[in-house]
């Protein structure tokens, strides 16, 4: 089992019985990004996906993009695992068929990497929001988080080792300098420090 199967193995694991109840959904927080009223945000919610988030469209992900800025505590641990299986590539094939069908016109991806790296902010009173916003994952969970990040740094690690990479002149070690590299390691350490991951 390669490191991204076991990574989404253990994604589906963690998060397996994790329910909506009464956070916020994702039509619902495109309600409030869209400035809509509280009524109006209600009848989103009908939309939403509430009891199993493998159960959540794809194509949904993509219409609600900016949803993750609006997540409470319970949005975003119920989102959490579809939106690391997206960061993963998990869903290429059916992302292509919604390109092929002209789908996503006008839409953007979702990008929970940047939502997992707020946490870095220098501020603490916007670190501290972040942190209430993971403030329901398990420790089964935040080791999750922590491994997603472990596989990131091994994508980058894999693509410097690659003919690729050296083609265009780029040696194993430069990957140390790598910007990405760099702030997933600090991810990692942020992490592990803020919720305790032993």
């Known amino acids: 089992m390669t490191k991204k199967e076991e990574l989404i193995k253990e994604i589906n694991e963690v998060f397996k019985d994790v329910r909506l ?7 619902e927080a495109q309600g409030h990004d869209n400035r809509l ?3 109006e945000c209600k009848k989103l919610r009908t939309k939403d996906e509430k009891e199993d988030w493998k159960n959540i469209p794809l194509i949904h992900l993509y219409q609600c993009s900016s949803s993750l800025s609006f997540f409470d505590a319970k949005g975003m641990h119920f989102h959490l695992p579809m ?5 993963m590539g998990f869903f290429k094939k059916e992302e292509k068929e ?30 501290k929001y972040y942190k209430e916003r993971y403030s329901l994952l398990t420790t089964e969970q935040l080791q999750c988080i922590i491994d ?42 942020c992490w592990t420090d803020e919720f305790q991951i032993k």
């Open 148 to 189: 997603f990040f472990e596989y990131k740094i091994n994508v980058l690690e894999v693509y410097y080792n690659s003919d690729e990479a050296r083609e265009l002149g780029l040696l194993p070690a430069a990957v140390t300098y790598d910007k990405e590299y760099i702030r997933l390691q600090e991810a990692i350490v």
């Open 37 to 39: 009223t509280t009524s």
């Open 21 to 27: 109840e009464d956070g916020m959904g994702l039509w």
């Open 98 to 127: 919604l390109l092929e069908k002209g789908l996503l016109k006008g839409c953007s991806e979702p990008d929970v990497e940047f939502h997992l790296m707020e946490i870095l902010s220098n501020n603490e009173s916007d670190k």
């Open 83 to 87: 939106l690391l299986l997206f960061a």
